[in-house]
């Protein structure tokens, strides 16, 4: 039997505000533990919450970033459970009236195509604390530093069919938020975190399976390897005769599986009530287009204009658009160079090679997209080759010089066009291999071509790499041939 999985995902977005949703505790990472809850935070008696309309604001813009509802009214909520991270007993959230309404995401698929993916509502709440399980000798700690820090979380429906697809849609969301500001998207510091909903079926069937839900993933990697498990996990149990039960569990990354943690709850196990310390939030029609207006342009248009305006491959504005900084870093070179294809083809490759290599991001590349733009200059202009072009990122990656035009000075890199002095070399090559010229000479039309390779690197080698390789192609064909 063919099965289908199907997935949705509740993500976790902390966002960027100063203080906590409901009162003005820092939210800092990395504070020594319990330095950062105050008397609200913890709930205690005679203290009242003020939202934050930082929170507000955030929400409604990704509402509008996702083509959302933005309902005039939402309303919070008190969320009933206990746990030892959760001082009040009760966290205040959203369920019945949230702060963004339906919406859809168009994400990008790895064939090139494009899948749309609803949002079912997207709601403010508090985090909880956190629970510490290390070097306490048995016995677990409890950080408060989190308690009361605003989360936006965003439920989509199942319309996903894979883990691809699923990784996708929270690049998506990570790529949004960053480019709105409104989240740095950490996922290692817990910025950014996921619990993804996973059931099968029978392919062609229309009845949803049922679904267990795995906690808290927190990098694509192991959102990816998490639903792979959890989909496999259930078929088998299926094909062997059993039934999946809906249940919480979590991933272990270590030992790559999900394990059970707890029967699934409902609303009601929850006790939903609305809030009695907070009113209704109301909003009108100018706040809304007010923000609407400030929204900078998104990954879908940025998109959309590298492949209409500047001419790119659906794959290269995929990459480019994926993260705020590293467009603005293209956009830049672009526009000092005025060359899109030849910037996108730099910082896609070499560039995007060296800062994988060093495990760094854009922000920390030590070549700015000023340098980046004069390498490429040099290149325009014939002043220096490719090979030469590697050499020049290379001293400039090592701050070996400010500009491509101190390096190529420095390093005589500059491009020997004069004809005359490729012919010199040439003959000096030439008259050094005669046993291979004889063989080029006697060897049949169709095989000279890989042949006159071995002569063209003995030329860039004797030039050291300055020759144009464009004329020492022409001038070799031409004495080869003589």
Sequence with gaps: MQWEAVIGLEVHVQLATQSKIFSGSSIAFGAEPNTQANVIDLGMPGVLPVLNEKAVEMAIKFGLAVHAEIPERSVFERKNYFYPDLPK?????QMAEPIVGLGYL???LEDGGIKRVRIHHAHLEEDAGKSLHED?????????????????EIVSEPDMNSAREAVAYLKAIHAIVTYLGISDGN?????????????????????????????????????????????QRQIELIEDGGRVIQQTRLYDPDLDETRAMRSKEEANDYRYFPCP???????????????????????????????????????????LSSSRALAEYFDRVVELSGDAKLAANWVTGELSAQLNREGIEIEQAPVAPEQLAGL???????????????????????????TADEIIEAKGLKQVTDTGA?????????????AQVEQYRAAEPEKRGKMVGFFVGQVMKASKGTANPQAVNQLLAKKLEG
């Excluded at 950014?192 to 679904?211: F, H, I, M, W, Y």
């Design 422 to 434: 490729i012919e010199a070399v040439i003959d000096e090559v030439l008259a050094a291999n005669p």
């Design 277 to 319: 310390d907070l009113l209704p939030v109301e909003l009108d029609e100018a706040y809304i287009q007010h923000l609407k207006e400030t929204l900078p342009e998104l990954p879908e248009q940025k998109r959309q204009r590298f492949t209409e305006q500047l001419g790119l491959s659906a794959y290269d504005a995929g990459v």
């Design 136 to 152: 306490f000798h048995g016995m677990t700690g409890v950080d408060l530093n989190r308690a009361g820090t605003p989360l936006l």
């Design 187 to 231: 996922m290692a510091e817990g910025s950014l975190r996921c619990d993804a909903n996973v059931s099968v079926r029978p392919k062609g069937q229309e009845k949803l399976g049922t679904r267990c839900e795995i906690k808290n993933v927190n990098s694509f990697r192991f959102v990816e390897k998490a639903i792979n498990h959890e989909i």
């Design 89 to 93: 007993g009760y966290q205040t959230s």
């Design 106 to 108: 168009d994400i990008p």
């Design 376 to 402: 490429l200059k040099r290149l325009q202009d014939d002043t220096i080759n490719g090979k030469a072009a590697k050499q020049v990122f290379a001293a400039l990656w090592a701050g070996e010089g400010h």
